[in-house]
């Protein structure tokens, strides 16, 4: 008994250890000294007219430019495809690396499975639970802040059309009309125009500013705006009046949205609550008294591949619990 606590107790310190290692890695930022002593030998550096000073000028800012949260390579390194996760953390619109992203997964993950270990949980399911929850509990709040700004912006985008028409038809070329809806819209709309801009700015296309910024929102109602402005672009026509009637489209789109949103969603309140509420009383039950749920987590040799009744009867009722659930999702998923 006493070598299991003194056993828990090491592995509950390096739990502690490796947790405010990684908080120092993910909240310590540059000295203020270093930055003011760089940025004075930058200047010095850029007046001068020595050739070896240039070049070294040159080489820092190659530096300097590098991909951020290089240092946290080996959690990168976990994720299968970082490409597309670091593409989900861009439309959540915050400046947000895969490093950082990461090193809040490992210490929820380390966070949770400390505290299991404190409360007597068995340490193979502390580490699965805690991995788990890891992993799906920052991705469920990336994916809550993505469907929040996407809302934002598709409540706000056909006041910019309607705005877009107006400057068309005061006289007003597209790429300044583009410009006004970046400064006088507020939220998402604003800022993913004056993205839109800066890149017309730097040589860019229209085309190819649209495009990326269509790739990365996602959104039906923005690409039907792209390929309204190429279909115009190709066969003339006033495109005041196309950006008009798009705007009154994207309004009534997004009035039906409201109404199958209101009348779904008593179903949606029964599947929440009939999903949740018995992973919630499991859930409870264990943190109150873990001794009274341990027989399910006990395995039987002469049952079903090694598992006993109360596991066989636990993954059956889970499996005919999704069946439900994926029943009445579909019910209820509407496509407009």
């Not at 930058?42 to 007219?49: D, F």
Request: glycine share 8%; hydrophobic share 50%; net charge positive.
């Amino acid at each position: 008994m006493g070598e299991q606590m003194d056993g828990n107790f090491i592995l509950l310190l390096v739990l502690l250890t490796t947790f405010t290692g990684l908080v120092a890695m993910a909240f310590a930022g540059p000295s203020a000294d270093k930055a003011s002593k760089r940025r004075v030998a930058l200047i010095r550096e850029r007046h001068s007219g020595s050739t070896d000073a240039l070049m070294e000028a040159r080489m820092r800012k190659v530096i300097s430019n590098r991909q951020p949260g290089s240092e946290m390579k080996m959690l990168v390194s976990l994720v299968p495809n970082p490409e597309n996760l670091a593409k989900r953390i861009r439309m959540t619109g915050k400046k947000w690396t895969v490093s950082q992203y990461m090193t809040a997964c490992s210490i929820v993950a380390l966070t949770l499975c400390a505290v299991m270990f404190v409360r007597g949980f068995p340490p193979l399911l502390a580490i699965m639970v805690s991995l788990a929850a890891g992993l799906a509990l920052p991705h469920m709040w990336v994916g809550r802040l993505i469907k929040k700004r996407v809302f934002q912006f598709t409540a706000k985008f056909p006041d910019a059309l309607e705005l877009l028409t107006r400057g068309l038809r005061s006289g007003l070329p597209i790429t300044e009309t583009l410009g006004v809806v970046a400064s006088e819209v507020p939220g998402p709309v604003g800022e993913e125009f004056k993205l839109i801009t800066e890149r017309i700015k730097i040589g860019k296309t229209m085309d190819q500013a649209l495009q990326e910024t269509a790739d990365r929102l996602g959104t039906p109602e923005f690409q039907f705006f792209v390929i309204s402005l190429a279909i115009q672009r190709e066969t003339g026509g006033n495109l005041a009046e196309t950006l008009s009637n798009l705007a009154t489209v994207l309004r009534q789109r997004a009035q039906m949205k409201l109404k199958i949103r209101a009348m779904s969603s008593e179903s949606k309140a029964s599947a929440y609550i009939i999903g949740a509420l018995p992973f919630l009383v499991f859930g409870m039950i264990c943190y109150i008294n873990f001794q009274y749920m341990a027989p399910f987590f006990t395995s039987d040799p002469a049952g079903l591949f090694g598992m006993s009744t109360m596991q066989v009867i636990g993954l059956g009722g889970m499996c005919w619990m999704g069946i439900g659930v994926f029943i009445m999702a579909q019910m209820i998923n509407f496509e407009i």
